[in-house]
């Protein structure tokens, strides 16, 4: 009996080709029309070069590195880490920072769930607990850490954010550690279920 192939997983592909092509429109109108939306002082020069960097970091390393293993492109790693450029920039682009209360708290809760998964999906292949924690919180906090500092190196020293900085950051960093918290417990029950009963 020949193993049937596994099929190419659109729906990632689609995402996240999607969300790169998104984000890259997003960041050109930004630049050129910097006065549309909530993009003015939010220190758009970095982002643009810093933001589609971290939206291809996943197909350059593989294509510098990991490509001659003949294994699969890891796409839902990819859209995964992908969608938190995305949609930081798509957020900005609306206004939704500065015109909802607790948006950028959101951000930062679901966008450590999905950079912690995709982070997780793309260098773990265990379902235990206790390493899937291990890793979101080093990978996680440390991230989160450095999301802060360039946050700050960008445009939060020169803004009148700065007054109330010391309190959003420690907020920031408190959801976005929780939110790898979530992204562990998620993929650790998504594994856990996909494992074949020792029963069968």
Do not use: C, Q
Request: hydrophobic share 50%.
């Amino acid at each position: 009996m020949t193993t049937r192939p596994d099929r190419t997983p659109w729906v990632p592909i689609v995402l996240d080709v999607a969300a790169k092509a998104g984000l890259i429109v997003l960041l050109i109108v930004a630049t050129v029309y910097p006065d549309v939306g909530g993009v003015r002082g939010k220190g758009m020069g970095v982002r643009a070069v810093a933001y589609p960097i971290g939206a291809f970091i996943v197909p350059i390393v593989w294509w510098l590195w990991l490509r001659r293993r003949r294994t699969a492109y890891p796409w839902w790693g990819d859209v995964l880490i992908t969608l938190p450029w995305f949609t930081d920039t798509l957020g900005n682009r609306l206004n939704l920072f500065d015109t909802l209360v607790s948006f950028d708290d959101w951000m930062h809760y679901v966008n450590w769930i999905f950079l912690t998964a995709g982070a997780l999906v793309l260098t773990t292949s265990t379902a235990a607990w206790w390493p899937l924690l291990e890793r979101a919180l080093a990978f996680g906090v440390t991230a989160a850490l450095g999301w802060e500092l360039g946050e700050y190196v960008a445009f939060i020293r020169f803004s009148p954010e700065l007054v109330t900085a010391y309190t959003d950051t420690l907020g920031d960093m408190a959801l976005g550690t929780l939110g790898s918290v979530t992204a562990a417990v998620a993929l650790w029950l998504l594994r856990r279920r996909a494992e074949p009963s020792p029963h069968r």
